[in-house]
């Protein structure tokens, strides 16, 4: 069978690329080129990608290192990077296994939940605070890099006393404090640890192996070392302690065990689809789309293809996640460094891939 995508991947996996030099890079090899110049370029430390199409891997591949100094060859199956905010959509089907549980109601107040938090002006909901409309505030100053060992009760300390910046329900305002509260309310509610909710409800369920809260993934040994990088280069990014943060971008993970959780997605693993259906449709605000749903993003590329997904930046971490499901793809990036600025390579790149997909579709 001359399949095109088979074609593609012994090139890419090929000791030698058989190529003619001259000749134009096309499809999964311009792909791979592509997330290669970058390390050459030195624009990324590391980074690894595991995509698939209808469960399948069209390309699954480590890129430069996990740790520079001492040249840890990045691995896509088990290198551990922090994931920022892709940890949201972990903690959204944690969330929406306790809707289905009936223990909580996206449209009832959070004080339902969590009675001694202080009131406001305003009530609020679950699925105002999944939606970044509950008006609560983002970071200030230095709480984006705290490297301080709260736990997820102790941390709202740092916001509770402050007023909502806006009525529930009016205005967007994207932030992890959201998820701190959403994830208080899942253990008030389920009588354990967040953490342990969705190790029982998620990570084990869907066979996620390689994905651990800061406190889990001390004893791995493939945890990447995590950068920043200024105009002299890559240098160790600052210690921080994200354990408070989980739900909204605490983790670590490897890029196939977030395409697992995709995929599990697109083969309607989690839950039903009505139970489902709120977390991935976007919400409105004044009759507007705002492109985010419950947990996760829910929009269409430059080229108008719908996906959900999450992009995720945090101290010493990049990442991509994307789901399209007309295209049955699945996208998972990770690099091991603050901001890279490369999110239009890495947007060539997904291109690169639906576009070898719709070829092997026509084919």
């Not at 208080?184 to 390689?210: C, N, R």
């Not at 991935?280 to 004044?286: A, F, Q, R, V, Y």
């Not at 790149?349 to 576009?355: A, M």
Request: proline residues 4%; aromatic residues 12%.
């Amino acid at each position: 069978m001359n399949n095109p995508i088979t074609k593609y991947l012994k090139n890419i996996f090929a000791t030698k690329r058989i190529l003619d030099e001259n000749g134009p890079l096309m499809g999964l090899v311009k792909a791979d080129a592509l997330l290669n110049d970058l390390i050459i370029n030195k624009k990324a430390p590391g980074l690894a990608i595991t995509a698939l199409r209808e469960g399948k891997i069209i390309l699954q591949k480590g890129y430069g290192y996990g740790d520079l100094e001492s040249k840890t060859p990045v691995n896509p199956r088990n290198t551990i990077f922090r994931i920022a905010s892709v940890s949201k959509p972990i903690a959204a089907t944690a969330l929406a296994h306790l809707v289905h549980d009936g223990l909580i109601d996206l449209d009832a107040s959070f004080y339902d939940y969590v009675p001694y938090y202080p009131k406001k002006k305003w009530d609020f909901t679950i699925r105002q605070l999944a939606s970044h409309t509950a008006g609560i505030r983002g970071y200030r100053g230095t709480e984006y890099g705290l490297n301080q060992p709260y736990a997820i009760k102790e941390s709202i300390a740092l916001f509770k006393d402050d007023a909502l910046l806006f009525k529930p329900g009016t205005d967007y305002l994207y932030n992890s404090f959201d998820w701190v509260l959403i994830s208080l309310a899942m253990q008030e509610v389920s009588g354990i640890p967040f953490e342990e909710y969705v190790q029982e409800k998620v990570l084990q369920l869907l066979g996620m192996m390689h994905t651990f809260s800061p406190k889990g993934h001390a004893k791995h040994d493939m945890v990447s070392s995590f950068y920043s990088k200024n105009r002299k280069g890559f240098r160790k990014a600052i210690p921080v302690n994200n354990f408070y943060k989980l739900a909204g971008g605490g983790y670590l993970s490897t890029t196939e065990d977030i395409a697992k959780l995709g995929q599990a997605y697109l083969e309607n693993q989690i839950l039903n689809k009505k139970i489902l259906k709120p977390f991935l449709t976007s919400e409105t605000i004044k009759g507007e789309k705002i492109y985010y749903g419950l947990g996760w993003q829910v929009s269409e590329d430059k080229q108008g293809r719908t996906y959900f997904g999450h992009i995720g930046n945090g101290v010493g971490g990049y990442s991509n996640f994307f789901v399209y499901p007309e295209q049955q793809l699945v996208v998972a990036m990770l690099i091991n460094c603050t901001n890279p600025n490369v999110q239009e390579d890495l947007d060539q790149v997904v291109d690169l891939l639906i576009s070898e997909v719709n070829k092997d579709l026509i084919a």
